[in-house]
């Protein structure tokens, strides 16, 4: 892991972007870079190319995405902090399928957003009830 920045941003793909959505966001990003082009860049393709080498595989994916979500929150260096996904049982649980059976993990920042605004649309019922 270089200190290049942030991959998903370099390959335009969300978070929880499946790996079939990254290896094609990855063919049109070196298409668009390749050192070849008329207009190719070789850094921003070998950003492009680490990038994908970094979220293709499982297991450097998870220690990316941990350092990733230990540097964003800037917690202090001596505090070890695990992910939400370790620590929240039910984050594990929301997993869906949709009708063409292709497994939809829901990010926990998508779900605290969730649960925040049905907090507060019920807040709003509750308190227009009385």
């Not at 892991?1 to 978070?15: A, E, F, Q, W």
């Not at 595989?57 to 230990?70: G, I, P, Q, S």
């Not at 964003?72 to 505090?79: I, K, P, Q, S, V």
């Not at 902090?81 to 869906?96: A, G, Y």
């Amino acid at each position: 892991m270089g200190s290049i920045g942030n991959y998903y941003r370099i390959l335009d793909v969300p978070y929880d972007a499946t790996f079939e959505e990254i290896k094609e966001a990855y063919r049109k990003k070196v298409k668009e870079v390749h050192p070849d082009k008329d207009n190719g860049n070789s850094e921003q393709f070998k950003r492009v190319k680490e990038a994908y080498e970094t979220l293709k595989n499982v297991e450097k994916r998870k220690r990316y995405d941990d350092h990733l979500f230990a540097t964003a929150h800037n917690f202090t260096h001596h505090l070890k902090q695990e992910s939400p996904v370790e620590t929240n049982p039910f984050i594990k649980l929301v997993n869906l399928q949709n009708k063409n059976r292709k497994q939809v993990t829901l990010s926990p920042v998508l779900l605290n957003a969730a649960l925040i605004l049905i907090e507060v649309l019920g807040n709003a019922y509750l308190n227009k009830k009385k």
